[in-house]
């Protein structure tokens, strides 16, 4: 089956800096990477997602980046606000019918 | 606005117990899944569902059954409760053809003692 390792498992910095978490998987045939973000006490929600046939995709702030032959992918997240202070599960599927396999979650601090 | 509800924020078990975690959501998906959430573990897959009545194992099946008799509700069995399932449960639900796009219940801490 599907493998996600995430790294690092916490991080922290300074309000302002950048953020990056990295991800790899292991099934080939996983085209589907989504990125979930969980605050203290609350529910793990979508902010972004990639398919495989996309290098790169941003949404403001944040941007996502996919290297299929590498089988990794990272989160990028610039100019980092206290309310980005969450845990951040990255995840792979084969597809929109299949299951999630998600990774271990990164904590990310961002210190004011 | 999807809503995905659980019975319970928490609960509070005897080893042993038969234990029903309920999941309802409101926004006729077809996919409904099941997770523990463990630090350091990330969500791991319990069990998922596609349809009424239909079933897939996840990646920790053991100890766990699920029924989906509806399509709004979900639930999560524990045939016999015992102090390595105590952990938060996070019910989710999806589109048939966008399991990557989940949305999650609020959760249930489960403490078995």
């Known amino acids: 089956g599907e493998n996600v390792e995430q790294h690092p498992s916490t991080l922290s910095v300074q309000e302002g800096d950048s953020a990056v978490i990295k991800c790899t998987y292991s099934?080939?045939?996983?085209?589907?990477f989504p990125w979930y973000k969980q605050e203290l006490g609350k529910r793990p929600q979508l902010i972004i997602d990639i398919r495989s046939n996309v290098g790169e995709k941003k949404d403001q702030r944040i941007a996502v980046t996919l290297n299929k032959t590498a089988k990794h992918f990272s989160l990028h997240i610039t100019e980092t606000q206290p309310e980005d202070s969450a845990v951040y599960f990255c995840?792979?599927?084969?597809?929109?019918?299949?299951?999630?396999?998600f990774g271990t979650g990164t904590k990310l601090q961002v210190i004011p | 606005d999807v809503k995905v509800t659980q019975s319970s924020r928490y609960l509070v078990k005897r080893t042993g117990e038969k234990v029903f975690l309920e999941c309802v959501q409101d926004?006729?998906?077809?996919?409904m899944f099941w997770y523990r959430q463990d630090p350091g573990l990330g969500l791991r897959l319990i069990y998922f569902?596609?349809?009424?009545?239909?079933?897939e194992k996840g990646d920790i099946p053991e100890g766990y059954s699920v029924s989906r008799e509806k399509k709004e509700r979900f639930s999560l069995i524990l045939e016999s409760a015992s102090t390595n399932q105590t952990s938060m449960y996070l019910c989710?639900?999806?589109?048939?053809?966008?399991?990557?796009?989940?949305?999650f219940g609020p959760g249930t801490r489960l403490t078995v003692t």
């Open positions: 099934d080939s045939a996983s085209n589907y």
């Open positions: 569902s596609y349809d009424v009545k239909m079933k």
């Open positions: 989710a639900s999806s589109l048939e053809n966008q399991a990557h796009e989940q949305y």
């Open positions: 995840a792979a599927s084969h597809g929109g019918y299949q299951k999630v396999t």
């Open positions: 926004m006729d998906h077809e996919n």
